[in-house]
C-alpha cells in the first residue's frame, strides 16, 4: 500500500502540479542554475532525484526511487497531492542582498542577479534588469513555490491570488469567535 501510494503522488504532481519547488531546496548547499537545468531534465525524463538534495541520504524512505516519488513537489502539501497554498512573489515583492552585495531574488535558488557595488547602488539597475526578468519568468512558468520561512509573509501578503482566501479565513475564523 505504500509503495501505491507513492507511485499515486507521483503520478498526481507529475499531472498537476508545475512546480518544483523541494527539488530547488537546499540546505546549506547553493543551488546554481545549471543545477537547476539538471533537476528539471531529470524530472521530465522520470529519473530519481533523491541524489539533488544531500540530506536526503537521512530520509526515511526505503530507497532513493521512493524518496524521489515523495520529494518532486516539495513539502508537506505536495506529499499529499495537493495544490501548492501559495505562489512565490520573490522577484515581485521581495528579494535578498547578500552581504557582499550580490542580489538573488531567492535565498533557495543561487541565480545571482548582479552586485550593487557594481552599479553604484542603484537598485533599480538590478530589479528592471533583464536578468532579473529571466529569474521571475523561470518562477511563474515553474509555479515556483516553496515553503521557505523567509518568504512565506510576502507571498501572503503580495500574492493577490491569496485575497478571496484571507478574506475567507478571517470572515470565518470572526464569526467563529463572535459566536464562541
Not at 531574488?105 to 543561487?110: F, H, I, K, P
Request: aromatic residues 10%; proline residues 4%.
Amino acid at each position: 500500500a505504500y509503495n501505491d501510494f507513492l507511485s499515486w503522488t507521483d503520478q498526481h504532481n507529475r499531472a498537476n502540479h508545475r512546480g518544483f519547488s523541494a527539488t530547488l531546496r537546499r540546505a546549506k548547499n547553493q543551488v546554481g542554475r545549471d543545477v537547476v537545468k539538471k533537476i528539471i531534465a531529470s524530472r521530465e525524463s522520470g529519473q530519481p532525484l533523491a541524489k539533488f538534495r544531500p540530506f536526503g541520504r537521512k530520509s526515511k524512505a526505503e530507497s532513493s526511487e521512493e524518496f524521489a516519488k515523495v520529494l518532486p513537489e516539495g513539502d508537506g502539501y505536495y506529499f499529499l497531492g495537493a495544490d501548492a497554498p501559495l505562489h512565490c512573489q520573490a522577484g515581485n515583492a521581495i528579494a535578498v542582498l547578500q552581504p557582499e552585495g550580490e542580489v538573488n531574488l531567492c535565498e533557495v535558488l543561487d541565480w545571482p542577479l548582479g552586485n550593487l557595488r557594481e552599479v553604484d547602488y542603484d537598485w533599480q539597475k538590478i530589479w528592471n534588469s533583464k536578468q532579473a526578468q529571466e529569474a521571475r519568468d523561470m518562477i511563474t512558468s515553474t509555479g515556483c513555490s516553496c515553503t521557505h520561512e523567509c518568504f512565506l509573509t510576502a507571498s501572503i501578503l503580495f500574492g493577490k491570488d491569496n485575497y478571496p482566501k484571507l478574506a475567507k479565513e478571517f470572515v470565518k475564523e470572526s464569526v467563529a469567535t463572535l459566536a464562541g
